[in-house]
């Protein structure tokens, strides 16, 4: 029963947060925040920030973590570039447009799979330290971006292809519409499937998910390319939004990202966080960062600042985690 | 009781709350010079609590300890050390990357304040006080390398450098064998005559029984009484511990009820280097056969080799006649195999979670509905079933497992492993560390089990659980077999002997 109350109470309090967030600078820059283009700018953002989000919950669920997950969005956005700008393809329009979209599209999400693939396999067949293996790959990853495209940005893609980063029905942006789709396709992925239930189990304890039968490799290279394939939906949304890609594209949504789960109530050390958490973390990160761009604050000082609150949420749950009444079991 | 000796310690009345429960209540006791005495209880009592106001460690909300006649309101860590109480708790606390020799004579170099590490002074402390438990160790070995009894040989010396006259120990011969009990507790008959006090903690009690002169019992955080060991038995004892009266019966094998024709599960030629060697043997229906050796023997190699989580080099497995090929734990529970591990906290349990979700955790693909989706009242169902079947005591299926008593959540292991309909149910140290009652009550569960068909291996270093649950045991050493016979051809001297016979 303790456990379920806690639960509550921090998704109550993040709640909170979020609002104060919210009001304090609602009263403090009334005039600019406060504004429908402002929101648009904001809502134009979570989708490709919070994918990612999502991908880096995946792998912390399990007890690990994915500090691939931007790297892995720029090669499956470098090459669904590739193939968008690869054909001549403005003259032809129509069927061959589509066609092609079709085909770069499914270029990055397959992308996005293999670099989770590897990802999975280094944690759970090499057994590499998840922190370690990503850290690799991610380096890995953005070195063939590099050298795939040299280090110069792509620029230029069909008029079709943009209208996914760009494009609103009912006056909802796609982005949008795409995210909140993943949102529930990955609340009953990890609430309803057996593959889920296994994620936060293992997380929780691999050795006794290993003794109750479940194939912890399976699950953690599953995990992983779930992970990838977010971070290539984020991709797509991406390129298609700015119109480009270059490599090293969106760094800062890496630690961003970590941040959200950190104070969204995602353990780090695995089994433990659900998507309520993750999304209000989502949602308090973004009306900040746009606080911090009406006060023009440089993106170095921004990046200060997200260090800053990375830390202190953690200092906060350590001290939490102490003075919960964990003394009942030792009593 | 020699009353005529001084106390050494008493305290008394001492009360203390946790978040709205009462873990001590009023609760006294006292220690003379010189004493051996034990304090028992079952696991929730109030062992500990008491063990760590006695330490300094917690203060008590009321009550007052008065150690060689000096009274303390608030007993600090440092005071309880500076009188010379000394506690060694299960984890022993030692350093495993220093050698022996460090580990003796670090808190002296402390207390003597120096700043420089004189070797040599390091080394005349341990040589001394090894030398005085008449133990012969290499002080030059690094701790992590010698074996659990001899740790705790160190931490005892490392008490005596700092002067102690009352050595407090928690549950020290539960990671031990037999032998090394014997010299554990001819060290503290040592001790007594060195004018040394030992309250020995524990819920082992032909233990307690044997080395005690003076038992505390203690039950719910209340002081059931004191008693002369001289004036107690096996069952008296379990009787104050427990507040219930339990019986040992001896298993009852119903081969002729069941009639079994062949074997559920037949091992044939069994061997993995450096694990075990040659080992066969055969479970018949509604059998329970005990596997007894000592820690590190191969016994859990053994059954780990049997759920797919120790590749044996050689030898075959059949189940219910048919050659069984087990590469994953999820191929043995397929063929109806389970395994309820040695340590249940970290193998068996996922301490963290809900009741539910642990139990559950074997079974996922039959709480599948409609899409292949888990349906939540299948999983409530099902966690509801097994608890209530098991008689769980816990406030809901929500509750985390690491919230329950030890006999509690080892019920709850055995209800994830009877939620797959297992016919071979393999139960590593079923009841290390519960208390008495849950015990019983556990041992009575497995029988029924056996008399439902199941077939059922016990593998225990306790004598008295394999002897009075099993009607079959294979005793094992070094890897081999050494003995295979029914249960009521032997007695508990005899397998004793057995158990410490070396082999030739």
């Given at each position: 029963m303790l456990g379920k109350y806690s639960k509550h109470s921090n998704i109550f309090t993040l709640f909170i947060i979020m609002i104060s967030v919210f009001v304090i600078i609602s009263i403090f820059l009334p005039n600019k925040f406060l504004t429908v283009r402002n929101f648009q700018s904001m809502f134009s953002q979570i989708p490709e920030f919070g994918l990612l989000a999502i991908a880096m919950m995946l792998a912390m669920l399990t007890g690990g973590i994915d500090l691939s997950v931007v790297a892995t969005a720029n090669l499956s956005g470098i090459v669904a570039a590739l193939v968008l700008t690869k054909y001549n393809i403005f003259q032809t329009g129509g069927y061959e447009e589509i066609y092609t979209i079709l085909l770069a599209i499914t270029a990055a999400l397959i992308v996005s799979l293999i670099c989770g693939f590897l990802n999975g396999v280094l944690v759970a067949?090499?057994?590499?330290p998840a922190i370690l293996a990503t850290l690799g790959t991610m380096g890995l990853f953005t070195g063939i971006s590099i050298i795939v495209t040299k280090g110069y940005g792509i620029v230029g893609f069909p008029g079709k292809f943009l209208y996914i980063g760009s494009g609103t029905v009912f006056l909802i942006p796609i982005p949008m519409i795409i995210f909140i789709i993943c949102v529930l396709a990955i609340v009953i992925i990890i609430n309803r499937t057996t593959f889920g239930f296994s994620v936060f189990m293992l997380g929780s304890n691999p050795i006794a998910a290993r003794f109750s039968g479940i194939r912890n490799e399976n699950i953690l290279i599953k995990a992983y390319m779930v992970s990838g394939l977010f971070a290539g939906i984020a991709s797509i949304i991406m390129i298609s939004r700015v119109n480009s890609i270059r490599p090293?594209?969106?760094?800062?949504y890496l630690l961003q990202a970590i941040l959200v789960c950190v104070l969204g109530g995602v353990d780090p050390s695995g089994g433990e966080g659900n998507l309520y958490g993750l999304i209000m973390g989502i949602f308090t990160l973004q009306i900040l960062q746009s606080g911090f761009n009406i006060l023009s604050f440089s993106p170095f000082f921004k990046k200060v600042i997200w260090g800053l609150i990375l830390i202190l949420v953690m200092v906060i749950n350590f001290y939490r985690e102490k003075e919960s009444p964990k003394l009942l079991k030792k009593v | 009781m020699p009353e005529n000796s001084e106390k050494f310690l008493e305290v008394k009345n001492v009360s203390k709350s946790y978040v709205g429960v009462?873990?001590?209540?009023?609760v006294s006791l006292s220690i003379h010079k010189g004493e051996i005495d034990c304090l028992v209880g079952e696991n929730g009592s109030g062992k500990s609590t008491l063990i760590k106001i006695i330490a300094g460690v917690v203060q008590p909300d009321e009550g007052e300890i008065i150690i060689n006649g000096k009274s303390f309101k608030k007993l600090h860590a440092i005071d309880s050390i500076r009188e010379g109480i000394q506690v060694i708790y299960?984890?022993?606390?030692?350093?495993?990357?220093?050698?022996i020799a460090e580990n003796i004579s670090l808190n002296q170099m402390v207390e003597r304040k120096r700043k420089i590490i004189s070797w040599h002074e390091i080394n005349d402390i341990a040589e001394k006080e090894i030398s005085r438990i008449n133990k012969e160790l290499n002080?030059?070995?690094?701790?992590?390398?010698?074996s659990i009894a001899n740790k705790q040989l160190v931490a005892i010396c490392r008490a005596l450098?700092?002067?102690?006259?009352l050595i407090i120990m928690d549950?020290?011969?539960?990671?031990?064998a037999k032998k090394e009990i014997d010299f554990l507790f001819s060290v503290i008959t040592d001790l007594k005559k060195r004018g040394i006090s030992t309250l020995f903690v524990s819920h082992k009690l032909s233990e307690v029984l044997k080395i005690s002169e003076k038992v505390t019992v203690i039950r719910d955080g209340k002081l059931v009484g004191v008693y002369?060991?001289?004036?107690?038995?096996h069952d008296k004892l379990s009787f104050y511990m427990s507040g219930r009266k339990i019986t040992n019966s001896a298993f009852n094998y119903q081969k002729e009820k069941l009639e079994?024709?062949?074997?559920l599960l037949e091992v044939k030629d069994l061997s993995k280097k450096g694990n075990f060697q040659d080992i066969s043997f055969k479970v018949y229906s509604g059998e329970i056969i005990g596997i007894t050796g000592i820690l590190g023997s191969g016994r859990t190699e053994l059954a780990l080799a049997l759920f797919g989580l120790n590749k044996p080099d050689s030898g075959n497995i059949y189940i219910d006649g048919k050659l069984a090929n087990i590469k994953y734990p999820k191929d043995a529970i397929d063929l109806g195999l389970s395994y309820l591990p040695e340590d249940r906290l970290n193998?068996?349990?996922?301490?963290?979670?809900s009741i539910g979700n642990n139990i559950v955790v074997t079974v996922l693909?039959?709480?599948?509905s409609r899409f292949n989706l888990i349906n939540n009242n299948n999983k409530y169902k099902s966690a509801k079933e097994w608890t209530e079947e098991l008689n769980v005591l816990a406030?809901?299926?929500?509750?985390?497992?690491?919230?329950?008593?030890g006999g509690n959540q080892q019920r709850i292991v055995i209800a994830k492993w009877l939620a797959t309909n297992p016919k071979i149910f393999i139960l590593d140290?079923?009841?290390?560390?519960?208390d008495v009652a849950s015990k019983s009550n556990i041992h009575h569960i497995i029988r029924n089990l056996a008399n439902r068909g199941m077939g059922v291996i016990i593998i225990s270093d306790e004598i008295q659980e394999i002897l009075n649950n099993c009607n079959r045991l294979i005793v094992i050493k070094e890897g081999r077999m050494v003995k295979e016979m029914d249960?009521?051809?032997?007695s508990e001297d005899k397998l004793l002997e057995i158990l410490s016979r070396k082999i030739v």
């Open positions: 067949y090499v057994g590499v090293g594209y969106g760094e800062v | 009462q873990a001590l209540d009023k299960q984890d022993l606390s030692l350093f495993p990357n220093m050698t002080l030059e070995e690094k701790v992590e390398n010698i450098t700092q002067d102690a006259k549950e020290p011969t539960t990671a031990i002369n060991t001289k004036d107690l038995n079994p024709k062949k074997p193998q068996g349990l996922f301490i963290k979670k693909k039959s709480l599948l406030p809901s299926l929500d509750t985390s497992a690491q919230s329950l008593s140290g079923p009841t290390v560390g519960i249960t009521n051809e032997v």
